[in-house]
C-alpha cells in the first residue's frame, strides 16, 4: 500500500512493507545457516566414516607394529640375560674349581702327613728322599694356597653376602696348614673343622654368584 503526503510529493512505502522484508532477510539468513549447518553435519558424518574405514584398515597394521617393537625390546632383554647368565656360569665354574682344588689339598695335608707318621708302614724307599719330598711339598703347597688367595678375591665382589665370610674361612684354614707344616702335624679334627667351614661358605657363594638365592 502507497501512502501519498500530498500533491507534488513522491509515494512511501508503508512500514508494515519494511517489516516485511526485514523478516524475510532474517528467513534467508536462518534458511542459509541451516543449510550451511546441514552440510557441515554431512562433510563431518563423511569424515567420520571414512576415519572409520581408515581406522579398520590400519589397526591390525598399528598392531603389529607394536607387537614387532615390543618383540625386539623381548628379544633384546633375553639377548642380555643369557648372556649375564653365561657369564655368571663361568665365573661360577671357575669358583666351584678353585674352592674344590683348596679342599682337595687340605685333605693331601692330612694324608701326607699320615703317611710320614707312619712312615715304618708306608714308606719303603729311602727315607731321606721321602722327606725331601715332603720339604718340596710343604714348599709347592704353601705357594699353591697364596696364589688361591688371589685367585678367590675377584670373586668377593660377585658375592657381597658371603664374599668376605669365605675369604676369612680360607684365612683360617691357611693359617692352619701352615701350623701342620712348623709342627710336623696337628689336630686333624681341627683342620676337618675348618675344611667343613669353607666348604659350606664355597657352596654359598657358588649359589650367590648364579643369583640361585
Known sequence: ??????????????????????????????????????????????????????????TPFIIAAFGFI????????????????????????EFAKSSSDIDEKATSVVATYFKLKNKDSFVTGDIDEELKKFDQYIRDTAYFLAIERLRLEKFVPLAPRNGDDLLAAF???????????????????????????????????????????
Open 1 to 58: 500500500m502507497t501512502t501519498y503526503l500530498g500533491r507534488g510529493s513522491r509515494p512511501r512505502m508503508e512500514w508494515s512493507s519494511l517489516d516485511s522484508v526485514r523478516a524475510r532477510s532474517r528467513l534467508f539468513d536462518k534458511v542459509i545457516i541451516a543449510i550451511d549447518y546441514n552440510r557441515a553435519v554431512n562433510y563431518t558424518m563423511d569424515f567420520l566414516a571414512h576415519f572409520k574405514d581408515i581406522a579398520s584398515i590400519a
Open 70 to 93: 615390543i618383540n625386539s625390546t623381548i628379544q633384546k632383554q633375553n639377548k642380555l640375560a643369557e648372556r649375564s647368565s653365561a657369564l655368571a656360569k663361568q665365573w661360577a665354574d
Open 171 to 213: 684365612d683360617e684354614l691357611h693359617k692352619e696348614i701352615l701350623t701342620w707344616f712348623s709342627n710336623k702335624g696337628g689336630d686333624v679334627e681341627k683342620l676337618r673343622a675348618k675344611q667343613a667351614k669353607f666348604n659350606s661358605l664355597s657352596r654359598r657363594l657358588h649359589r650367590e654368584i648364579l643369583e640361585l638365592d
